[in-house]
């Protein structure tokens, strides 16, 4: 490592031999940089097995076509179920494995009218935690990961590490319906649990679009007179669900290496996110939490999570730094090369674990007992 | 941000954009300064470009890697005339302290505290600063620029060290200077009242220290902050990648960022002492700690690993990272994000620190 003793805020410090006028011009006035091509090598820092993963998630997400692909927005009914089914099937093979690493019982069922998977480690529920319980949103843009496949894949590690109750939820999404249905379904098993549970024993955490949703739902609680529950955790997100990711740093994994999570075929995927909201008002903090400080404000502790290699890290790490300043108990993990949704789907390497045994310890320390 | 790419338009059956061991091939992009900036950040960035390029006009050479003795006592000269004064001033202009110089437990050493002294709260409390640059440069200079804004704000006395560093000296002379000074400090503040802060090679600083004072089985201090490094050696991690990837973009011939420092010898780099995160004996030992980057710092990567593995200890470990600001970026008083910076750092010792 090289290092001078002086600060190079955003703009490359670089060693230099050359003079001011040789050098090639290659920083605009704006501080755009431009940067020569270059090849991104597996990070040195990453265990046998995160590289392993990684290869293979590189090679999946290059692939054309990589995940099944939604139907068109006013495709019938039938489409729609294929497409769920193709999406549980290619999702499959990671839920065998978590649940091969992280023995669990899953109990699917309906609660308060919601089809929910109930997840207890196999050991039972810690004692401590008989008197609380998590709640996941899962992860797929408002549109994809209906049933409760993917949303397990999320649920199961955190069960049976922190020896406690997760509940995954089969949430009302785009294309069938749109904004608050999400938050209707979430307000829903929350009174339901509420029966049994104390508000601040409670715990929610989402990723992706489901952090959106764990957001979203927190101000849509508040509004409808319910106590907020003890802790939320908001993973690989911003929690906006406003497209935003492009215009950080972590926003070159999404638009400049080539695929990221996405492939060409993909590419019209990010549309039928703006589905699910597009009748939301912008202005409106139940729909667009970010809209306000106040309502930020009243947050219970908040975990953010993301990767450096995940397009939303940026926007995390600025919530991260709003909610302080907003007097919020918010705290923020950062897996090194972690990928959108890495910590779910890096199934079986320590960093995932970590991850996972992280906010299972968070969600310990921040839920009343 | 602007980018010349969209998203590759045609798609074959075997993506030439990567291999099968995980590397990415990137072709050429634009970076544009982060979204999240405010115009007034972007407005003192680019400022600070040219500012920059004046200091490369006045000292050629002493922003390149020094290849020897003499290249490294001649930076120091042109860092102390061109850089540091203009700096400091601005620090001082905005945070009013007091400095004065002292030798404690033998290490020269600098108090820096606020002009109208100590709040009540901090009477039994103490800071210890250990300066940046690259354990070669930053003596006295660096310490006041790290030490100014969090003495003025958080009214805490502060002692910056000025601890021996290459190439006059090597590992372990720092850690046994701070060692010293902390092992004389003790003899009027209870360990549980200290806290050690670091940016960058202070940081590394940070985390010898601790190891050493715990080879000393010294009661460690209360707290510590490793800002901008960690734990853990910086090699091959994400940051770097990306930060070779800035870098090379504006010099002629590829720079590799991996340079050992003189401080520093080869097999230094597996020596727990020296890098305490390949120990977690040792880790899971340290106090409370503060860990702060930006996502343009090449060290980036070492303050996630070192939380990462104090959190997975049980250590208790709080990470702060800013947006498209890089290494070291808080030593501007100006930037609104420093600001943000300080109020972190004052705000985690005024609450670990139990000054009683």
Redesign the interface.
């Known amino acids: 490592?090289?290092?001078?003793?002086?600060?190079?805020?955003?703009?490359?410090?670089?060693?230099?031999?050359?003079?001011?006028e040789e050098?090639?011009s290659?920083?605009d006035?704006?501080?755009?940089?431009?940067?020569?091509?270059?090849?991104?090598?597996?990070?040195?820092?990453w265990s046998s097995e995160f590289?392993e993963f990684?290869?293979k998630?590189?090679?999946q997400v290059?692939?054309?076509c990589a995940f099944p692909q939604s139907p068109p927005r006013s495709a019938p009914k039938a489409e729609w179920d294929k497409f769920d089914e193709l999406n549980c099937a290619y999702h499959a093979e990671c839920l065998a494995r978590v649940l091969e690493r992280y023995p669990v019982d899953v109990v699917d069922t309906q609660l308060a009218g919601v089809r929910v998977g109930i997840v207890s480690p196999k050991e039972g529920i810690a004692p401590k935690n008989r008197s609380r319980v998590l709640i996941n949103l899962h992860a797929g843009g408002f549109v994809s990961n209906r049933g409760l496949v993917f949303g397990q894949i999320e649920s199961i590690p955190v069960a049976s590490i922190g020896q406690i109750k997760v509940i995954t939820l089969d949430y009302r999404q785009a294309p069938f319906y749109g904004y608050p249905a999400a938050s209707e379904d979430v307000e829903a098993l929350y009174k339901e649990l509420l029966e049994q549970y104390e508000p601040d024993a409670i715990g929610i955490f989402g990723c992706s679009a489901g952090a959106v949703l764990t957001a979203q739902v927190l101000v849509w609680l508040h509004a409808k007179g319910l106590p907020r529950p003890g802790a939320v955790g908001i993973f690989s997100s911003g929690p906006s669900p406003n497209w935003?990711c492009?215009?950080?740093?972590?926003?070159?994994w999404l638009?400049?290496?080539?695929?990221s999570t996405?492939?060409?075929?993909d590419?019209a995927a990010l549309e039928p996110i703006e589905w699910y909201m597009e009748d939301a008002d912008l202005n409106d903090p139940k729909a667009y939490p970010e809209s306000s400080d106040v309502e930020l404000a009243k947050f219970p502790p908040t975990l953010l999570l993301s990767g450096?290699?995940d397009f939303t890290?940026?926007e995390a790490?600025?919530m991260?730094?709003r909610l302080?300043?907003l007097g919020v108990d918010s705290?923020?993990?950062?897996?090194?090369?972690a990928p959108h949704a890495g910590h779910a789907i890096a199934v079986g390497t320590p960093?995932a674990h970590?991850a996972h045994?992280?906010v299972a310890?968070w969600f310990d320390e921040h839920l009343a007992r | 941000?602007?980018?010349k790419?969209?998203?590759?338009?045609?798609?074959?059956?075997a993506?030439p954009?990567?291999d099968?061991?995980?590397?990415?091939?990137?072709?050429?992009?634009?970076?544009?300064?982060?979204?999240?900036?405010s115009a007034e950040t972007?407005a003192?960035?680019?400022r600070?470009?040219k500012e920059?390029?004046e200091?490369?006009?006045a000292c050629?050479?002493?922003?390149?890697?020094p290849a020897s003795e003499v290249d490294v006592l001649s930076?120091r000269r042109c860092?102390e005339e061109h850089?540091y004064p203009a700096l400091i001033e601005r620090q001082r202009a905005r945070y009013e302290v007091t400095i004065e110089p002292k030798t404690i437990g033998g290490v020269a050493t600098e108090i820096i505290a606020p002009v109208e002294g100590v709040a009540v709260a901090n009477r039994r409390r103490l800071l210890i600063n250990l300066h940046?640059?690259?354990f070669i440069?930053?003596g006295r200079?660096?310490g006041q620029t790290e030490s100014i804004p969090i003495a003025a704000l958080g009214k805490f006395k502060i002692v910056s060290v000025d601890y021996r560093k290459a190439p006059e000296h090597h590992f372990p002379a720092a850690s046994e200077d701070v060692a010293a000074v902390y092992k004389s400090l003790l003899a009027d503040y209870r360990p549980e009242n200290i806290g050690i802060y670091g940016c960058?090679?202070g940081a590394f600083l940070t985390a010898q220290s601790v190891a050493w004072i715990l080879k000393e089985e010294l009661p460690v201090p209360g707290a510590i902050g490793m800002f901008c490094a960690g734990a853990?050696?910086?090699?091959?991690?994400?940051?770097?990648?990306?930060w070779?990837?800035?870098?090379?973009?504006?010099?002629?011939t590829?720079?590799k960022?991996?340079?050992k420092?003189a401080y520093f010898i080869d097999k230094d780099l597996e020596n727990p002492l020296a890098f305490p995160g390949l120990d977690p004996r040792i880790m899971v030992r340290f106090p409370d700690s503060l860990l702060i980057a930006s996502?343009?710092d090449?060290?980036?990567?070492s303050v996630?690993?070192t939380?990462?593995q104090l959190?997975?200890l049980?250590v208790k470990a709080?990470?702060?990272?800013?947006?498209?600001?890089?290494?070291?970026?808080?030593?501007?008083p100006d930037?609104p994000e420093s600001r943000?910076v300080y109020d972190?750092i004052v705000r985690f010792f005024d609450e670990q620190l139990s000054g009683e």
């Open positions: 490592m090289t290092e001078n003793g002086k600060a190079t805020a955003g703009v490359a410090a670089t060693q230099r031999t050359d003079t001011a050098r090639p290659c920083i006035p704006d501080g755009t940089l431009h940067i020569h091509e270059l090849t991104i090598p597996p990070s040195e820092l590289t990684y290869a998630w590189v090679v290059s692939a054309p935003v492009r215009k950080g740093d972590s926003g070159v638009l400049n290496i080539p695929r996405l492939s060409e075929a590419n450096t290699r890290m940026s790490i600025v991260h730094a302080l300043k705290s923020l993990y950062i897996m090194e090369g960093e970590d045994a992280y310890r | 941000m602007t980018t790419r969209r998203f590759p338009v045609e798609s074959s059956s993506s954009d990567s099968n061991e995980g590397s990415i091939h990137v072709e050429a992009f634009d970076l544009a300064l982060s979204g999240f900036l972007r003192i960035l680019k600070q470009s920059f390029e200091l490369q006009e050629p050479g002493a922003y390149n890697a930076a860092h850089f940046g640059g690259g440069y930053g200079w660096g960058s090679a853990f050696p910086s090699g091959g991690g994400d940051s770097e990648h990306l070779a990837a800035i870098n090379g973009s504006c010099s002629v590829s720079s960022s991996t340079k420092f996502t343009r090449f060290l980036m990567s996630l690993a939380h990462r959190v997975s049980g709080e990470l702060h990272v800013w947006e498209g600001l890089g290494h070291a970026f808080f030593v501007e930037l943000e972190v």
